[in-house]
Every structure is written in C-alpha cells, then in structure tokens.
C-alpha cells in the first residue's frame, strides 16, 4: 500500500534522489527499511539506504548537489550522505557502498528487482541479501534480534534461506538467529544447512 508523502515526507525524498539517479544513468539499488517496505514486508526502522559502487560515489554526490542536495563523505568510508533540504528540514539519505564489509559490485546491483516505490519504479534489492546484510549487521557490540524478526517473518518466501546460512556462517550471531527463527517456525535450519552443504 502507498504511503501518503504528506505523512511520509523520506519517500518523496526517496523518489527525488532515484529519479535522479536514474535521469544521470549513475547504477544503484534501494537498500534498507525501504526496500522491505517495497517488497510488501514490515520495516522497523525509518532511513533510506541505496546501494552504489564506490567509484560512482562522486558521481552520485556531484548528481544531486546540482539538484540541491547538500553531499557530505563521512570518517566511516562506506559510505557518503546526501541531505534532501526541504521546508521540513533535512531528510537523509545514506548512499552505501561496502555494507557489513561486502563491497557493492555489478552482480549486486543485478540481485534485485524493478518494484514500484509509491508509483516510482526502481531497482530493489532481493529479500535473501537484504536478509544477509540484516543478520551480519550483530556483533557484539550490537545485537537486536528484534530488528531482523519482522524483515525474516514478512519476507520468508521471497527469502533464499540455504544462501543465507551459507553466506552467514562465519558469524555466530547469525547462526543464533537463525535457530531462534527456525524455533520460531519461520525457517527450517535443517533445510536450509542440507541444501547449502549439496550446492
């Protein structure tokens, strides 16, 4: 269902920088809370993320600096900001190029599919890597399972869940999700860990 703009200004925002992106051929994806909220799942959170390669990031912040955005490269290095200045203030968006410390090359921009975004088509980013970035995101220092449990139960069938387990298995705070969910009867881990094992 579409979100009325007036009611949720980050989309109008959100729809500014893609057509934009779009209109400068500069390739990207919409990544984040966004993303599952355009593939029909719950989102918990309440910022845009769209995925580029970092050689086009000064193309993306010389792009929409013409526009008015206000661009900025932050200490992190994964990433760079845009603030969309608007009479309501300044709506982030940040343009992501190394999530969870998986650079963003071609073949992640082609996982995803053309959604419309409150009538604005664009490419998303698929259920499985959205769901992959979800769970690599818990550390020690960081580890709210409830953040990931709506993305894993709004998005289960469009998830591929072995590819998860298998490109999460280095992580122990993933694999605990991922038992606390198949207890939760949203997965299988058993499937899942046979069917990675056989690819």
Known sequence: MAVPEDRQPLIATLKKA????????????????????????????????????????????????????????????????????????????????????????DATLTDTNVIAVNACHMPVLSATELMIHKVLTWSAHYCDFARGLPVARSLREQIDWPRVFRETAHSPYAHAFLFLIDRLGVMSLSEASALSAAV
Request: hydrophobic share 40%; charged share 25%.
């Open 18 to 105: 893609a057509f934009h992106l779009k209109e400068t051929g500069i390739p990207f994806c919409l990544a984040g809370s966004f993303a599952v909220y355009a593939r029909g799942g719950e989102s918990v959170d309440h910022d845009i993320d769209f995925l580029i390669k970092e050689e086009d990031a000064d193309r993306v912040m010389t792009a929409l600096s013409e526009v008015g955005f206000r661009c900025e490269v932050p200490p992190e290095g994964w990433l760079v900001k845009a603030w969309d200045q608007t009479d309501g203030g300044d709506l982030l968006i940040d343009f992501i190029f190394c999530p969870v410390q998986r650079p963003v090359t």
